[in-house]
């Protein structure tokens, strides 16, 4: 087990990287697409996307057709409304990471 310093000069057991637990897939309604999302806060969400799912985008098909460069694209639409859509029905839990409660 890992150790790390902690306030006072003693050790302790460090604790695991929580945040990774809170991601779950979602497929975009409109195209398929996949990513990680984790929501931890109706306000505060986090999306992973990889290269596949940049591919598979219709908005980011679009907009790079136009002459855009997907990298600075700063979201699609369709995946933050298949996103919100998830967390409301229950498929993406809305939860701030165990290390932060």
Not at 1 to 21: F, I, L, N
Request: glycine content about 6%; overall charge neutral; proline content about 4%.
């Amino acid at each position: 087990m890992t150790e790390m310093a902690v306030a006072g000069g003693t050790s302790g057991a460090a604790r695991p990287d929580e945040r990774q637990a809170s991601y779950r897939e979602v497929a975009c309604e409109r195209c398929g697409a996949v990513v990680q999302a984790a929501k931890f806060s109706f306000q505060h969400t986090s999306v992973q996307w990889d290269a596949a799912a940049v591919r598979q985008c219709a908005e980011f098909s679009r907009r790079a057709a136009g002459g855009e460069q997907t990298p600075l694209m700063e979201r699609c639409l369709s995946m933050r409304d298949s996103i919100q859509a998830a967390a409301l029905d229950g498929r993406l839990p809305v939860a701030a990471p165990e290390w932060q409660r």
